[in-house]
């Protein structure tokens, strides 16, 4: 298990939002890049250095600090959209190889290179922006069947890392709350939303909508 790719973005125009610019476009860097905990969602703040996001109020922060997507899930999209999806493509900051992303459980943690821990939070949503970037007409409705969202992950010990560096996974928790049905049971299958009650490492804006779906007040 690998990082084949560390991706910053390049901020361009968003006609997708009505927002000035948007972070999505992220491309594969050389060299070491600085990794920390941003702080409270609402300042753009990501954990890679030289990356930010333009939607502060829905995007950032210490839970969706850094965002990964397994180059096999590309590959499969690549192959269903026959265009080339380079590593970066879906705006994630983590391109990796041999890694369950979508199988990964909730609170989970990573070490990354000799120095980095992240912890896996929660899944991507997708939004007006990803499906603008892409071109795709319907890409959200699509992306959301597939159940194949990635995984936000927040920052537990910062420090650098690069292309190539080993991913290990040093803690699994002991529910079966993955990221993938995280994600299925927020968007199409309500039904799975009192298995997440088990994930107490998912961020507080999921723990309450559970309660509130659930009425189960955490």
């Given at each position: 298990?690998?990082?084949?790719?560390?991706?910053?973005?390049?901020?361009?125009?968003?006609?997708?939002?009505?927002?000035?610019?948007?972070?999505?476009?992220?491309?594969?860097?050389?060299?070491?890049?600085?990794?920390?905990?941003?702080?409270?969602?609402?300042?753009?703040?990501?954990?890679?250095?030289?990356?930010?996001?333009?939607?502060?109020?829905h995007?950032?922060?210490?839970?969706?600090?850094?965002?990964?997507?397994?180059r096999?899930?590309?590959?499969?999209?690549?192959?269903?959209?026959?265009?080339?999806?380079?590593?970066?493509t879906?705006?994630?900051?983590?391109?990796?190889?041999?890694?369950?992303?979508?199988?990964?459980?909730?609170?989970?943690?990573?070490r990354?290179?000799?120095?980095?821990?992240?912890?896996?939070?929660?899944?991507?949503?997708?939004?007006?922006?990803?499906?603008?970037?892409?071109?795709?007409?319907?890409?959200?409705?699509?992306?959301?069947?597939?159940?194949?969202?990635?995984?936000?992950?927040?920052?537990?010990?910062?420090?650098?890392?690069?292309?190539?560096?080993?991913?290990?996974?040093?803690h699994?928790?002991?529910h079966?709350?993955?990221?993938?049905?995280?994600f299925?049971?927020?968007?199409?299958?309500?039904?799975?939303?009192?298995?997440?009650?088990?994930?107490?490492?998912?961020?507080?804006e999921?723990?309450?909508?559970?309660?509130?779906?659930?009425?189960?007040?955490?």
């Amino acid at each position: 298990m690998k990082l084949l790719s560390v991706n910053i973005g390049r901020p361009r125009s968003n006609p997708w939002k009505g927002l000035g610019a948007t972070g999505i476009d992220k491309r594969p860097v050389a060299g070491p890049v600085a990794v920390s905990a941003p702080g409270p969602k609402g300042t753009g703040a990501v954990g890679l250095a030289g990356d930010r996001v333009y939607d502060v109020a829905h995007h950032g922060g210490d839970d969706q600090a850094v965002y990964a997507y397994a180059r096999e899930d590309l590959d499969t999209w690549q192959a269903e959209l026959g265009e080339p999806l380079g590593n970066g493509t879906f705006g994630e900051n983590l391109t990796t190889l041999g890694v369950d992303v979508n199988g990964a459980l909730i609170g989970e943690r990573w070490r990354i290179g000799p120095d980095v821990v992240l912890e896996v939070s929660c899944p991507r949503v997708p939004c007006g922006t990803f499906q603008g970037w892409l071109r795709q007409e319907g890409w959200i409705k699509r992306f959301t069947r597939a159940a194949l969202p990635g995984a936000y992950l927040r920052v537990v010990e910062p420090g650098e890392i690069r292309a190539d560096d080993p991913v290990e996974i040093t803690h699994r928790p002991d529910h079966g709350v993955t990221v993938a049905v995280t994600f299925r049971a927020t968007t199409l299958e309500p039904e799975l939303l009192p298995r997440l009650s088990a994930a107490d490492a998912l961020p507080e804006e999921i723990r309450e909508l559970v309660g509130r779906r659930t009425g189960k007040r955490r």
